[in-house]
């Protein structure tokens, strides 16, 4: 049996062409944290897995969306115009 039976490819490429432009290191971080929880997890520790999985995951969006209006309403609201930050990074 291969591997490639559980596959599929068209939902694997609209999987990755849904995901943001980003850089390396989030695709890793993304790979690895989902290889961890999904799989070694699942499989080594399954009652808490089918538990706790659901929650980790909507605590993670909700950090997500609350970081993302937290960082909008103290970077992109003062001075009427948002603040400027001049750093190596973004220029």
């Known amino acids: 049996m ?3 039976r559980y ?3 068209p939902v694997f490429f609209a999987g990755l062409g849904a995901m943001p432009p980003a850089s390396g ?10 290889f961890i929880f ?3 997890i699942r499989r080594f520790h399954f009652r808490w ?8 995951s909507a605590a993670l969006d909700a950090g997500l969306a609350f970081s993302t209006i937290l ?7 003062p ?3 948002g603040i400027e930050l001049n750093w190596w990074g973004n220029t």
């Open 2 to 4: 291969s591997i490639w």
């Open 7 to 9: 596959i599929n490819i």
């Open 25 to 34: 290191i989030n695709y890793i971080s993304w790979v690895l944290w989902g």
């Open 38 to 40: 999904n799989y070694v």
């Open 49 to 56: 897995w089918m538990r706790y999985n659901y929650i980790l």
């Open 71 to 77: 960082v909008f309403l103290a970077l992109g609201l």
């Open 79 to 81: 001075k009427a115009g």
